[in-house]
């Protein structure tokens, strides 16, 4: 593996959501082991246990449903069986994200990945992530500084590709991101390239301006390919609980997201959030981010994260 053995991909999660861990594994496995009846005063237990997490409304009163319903029938006694339901409800939640990493290639040119999200996420970090882990690969990537807004911005993107060994397409700043963004295919096509990422700038999501400029490079990226861009990759930071979800719901009504990177993971409590964003607005979770390195840039793996949450073994 290009990140090394599946023990220490496991360990590198879960030393990266220890904080979601704490609230959410520690405090559940503390609550059950007391040997409680499940009765109203537990449920409300649980209930804020999981909503501290940001697992969401819906899903929260889906598993209060769940357990309140198979206490009264007799089919579930408290302790390890209540955790394997629960264990089960959230990688049921999530299991459609496994294997989610393959994108939809492009067979007939290089494969477009757009990059969105608001201002600090994690946006510049993540694409050079991506970009290793795809030159890893064997994938031959160039990547297109498409937020001319920010300065320095398209430096600060040149340091990463030379890091990562990978081309960049570039112009001044101030320059028209649409511009940018049909170059860089255009380059991309011209040099064989496998994959082309481009990079935005990021926006407030309700800042309606910025979010049409994103409608035009979508339609300029059209005139090099029709089918493009083929993946738009939504940068979340993660510690923005609920927040995060309302910026999610929101780009996603302007642009077909493809999927998402979540950010940040290692720095919240709040990674019941990943949950909760998958339940409201179906999107597939494709990264996580749970450091700073580049090896703490991971495809999502349902059975990893819920064993990370939980503090179970490999």
């Known amino acids: 593996m290009v990140f090394g053995s599946i023990g220490r991909f496991f360990g590198r999660i879960k030393s990266g959501l220890a904080k ?9 496995r503390s609550l059950i082991g007391r040997g409680r009846t499940i009765d109203r005063a537990f449920l409300e237990e649980l209930e804020d246990t999981l909503l501290a997490a940001d697992i969401g409304v819906g899903k929260t009163e889906a598993i209060l449903e769940e357990v309140q319903g198979k206490w009264k029938a007799g089919e579930m006694a408290p302790g390890e069986e209540l955790l394997d339901l629960l264990k089960r409800s959230l990688r049921d939640e999530l299991s459609n994200d496994a294997g989610q990493e393959d994108f939809a290639w492009n067979p007939e040119g290089p494969t477009v990945i757009l990059i969105i999200g608001v ?29 001319t807004y920010r300065a320095a911005a ?7 590709a030379e890091r990562v060994g990978v ?17 860089a295919v255009a380059a991309a096509k011209a040099r064989g390239m ?3 990422i481009i ?18 490079i979508h339609r300029v990226i059209q005139r090099q390919d029709s089918t493009a861009p083929h993946e738009i990759l939504l940068v979340v930071d993660a510690t923005a609980g609920q927040n995060a979800i309302q ?9 077909r997201v493809s999927g998402l990177i979540l950010t940040k993971l290692d ?3 709040k990674g019941g959030s990943t949950i909760a964003i998958r339940r409201e607005l179906g999107i597939p979770v494709r990264y996580i981010g749970v450091g700073e390195g580049m090896d703490d840039f991971q495809p999502f793996d349902a059975d990893a994260f819920v064993d990370a949450i939980f503090g179970d073994e490999e």
């Open 20 to 28: 979601t861990r704490s609230l959410i594994g520690d405090a559940l």
């Open 119 to 147: 201002n600090g996420a994690g946006k510049t970090t993540s694409i050079a992530k991506l970009a290793k882990r795809l030159s890893d690969q064997g994938k031959r990537v160039l990547l297109a500084a498409g937020d």
């Open 154 to 160: 398209a430096a600060q993107l040149s340091i990463w």
């Open 167 to 183: 081309d960049i397409v570039k112009q001044h700043e101030g320059a028209d991101a649409a511009s940018v963004a049909f170059d």
């Open 194 to 196: 496998d994959a082309v």
């Open 199 to 216: 990079d935005t700038a990021g926006r407030l999501h309700n800042r309606e301006d910025l979010m049409r400029e994103l409608e035009k």
């Open 247 to 255: 910026q999610a719901r929101i780009f996603s009504h302007g642009m």
């Open 267 to 269: 720095g919240t409590a």
